[in-house]
């Protein structure tokens, strides 16, 4: 799937397609995580898990370590379809980008939000947010509502700082696969109703692990001196805001009243 893709972005770049070329990639870890999925898969498969995707980039560089987009390439069922790089629903793993935002305008981890009832009014008609375990938890620090996950106040933060900001700030993280409206997501926004890229995810959480400032990745084993104003860094969040979201992500006591007291992250 690497190979692939690589082609295919030098011919995007008219890199000739001759010589010997240098990845970033890490042959070891890319061998070691080609047989992690392929196993997570095998024991999930009694739960309907069929495919599995993962990719590994360096914080520093930008560097592709590992990419595995499937867990088996020739496998007859969609194993060709790389999901590295095929958009889907994310879910709650654009909320981080959701609070980072809403910290660099005036939002604190001890901000209180409503877990509460709510239905806001919108083009499409009442959007009534609820939580994954189906409860409301009253007024929450906004420290617990990201660690835990919940939903109803996510939604009321988006509304707060508004769906457009929230759009805006995803397309200044790389999530160009979001190429809709602010309207057509709506608040739903928050909670990942618009599809994404894996790769543009884990190059948003790079983002947040740099200090709140966007570069591109990169699958070469050296630079090659991009200038084009798509792939300068640029900042996204403060430095403050990312630290703050990150130290609120690695918060074993903030998730316990989403989570429980055990969680894998053990």
Avoid: C
């Avoid at 972005?9 to 008219?14: L, P, R, S």
């Avoid at 599809?195 to 070469?220: F, K």
């Avoid at 084993?221 to 609120?248: E, F, K, Y």
């Amino acid at each position: 799937h690497f190979t692939s893709r690589l082609l295919l972005w030098a011919e995007a770049a008219h890199r000739p397609i001759a010589g010997e070329w240098r990845t970033s990639i890490d042959l070891g870890l890319q061998a070691e995580l080609e047989e992690e999925v392929h196993h997570t898969v095998d024991l999930l498969k009694d739960q309907g898990a069929r495919h599995a995707a993962t990719v590994v980039l360096d914080n520093q560089s930008g560097e592709v370590l590992a990419w595995v987009g499937s867990p088996d390439f020739w496998s007859d069922t969609s194993g060709q379809v790389d999901m590295v790089v095929s958009p889907r629903q994310p879910g709650s793993t654009l909320k981080p980008f959701l609070y980072a935002l809403a910290f660099d305008r005036g939002v604190t981890a001890a901000t209180v939000l409503a877990d509460i009832s709510t239905t806001y009014q919108t083009s499409t008609g009442p959007y009534h947010p609820r939580n994954y375990d189906r409860r409301y938890h009253g007024p929450v620090r906004a420290r617990e509502a990201l660690a835990s996950s919940y939903n109803v106040p996510a939604v009321g933060l988006a509304d707060r700082i508004g769906y457009a900001t929230l759009l805006y700030g995803l397309h200044q993280a790389g999530f160009a696969s979001l190429d809709r409206s602010a309207e057509h997501y709506g608040l739903g926004l928050s909670l990942g109703n618009g599809d994404v890229t894996l790769l543009e995810l884990a190059n948003g959480y790079r983002t947040l692990a740099n200090g709140g400032t966007w570069s591109p990745v990169t699958w070469w084993a050296t630079p090659t001196g991009q200038t084009s104003p798509d792939s300068a860094p640029r900042r996204v969040v403060s430095r403050a805001s990312a630290a703050l979201a990150l130290d609120i992500l690695s918060d074993p006591v903030a998730r316990i009243p989403g989570f429980g007291l055990s969680t894998p992250f053990d």
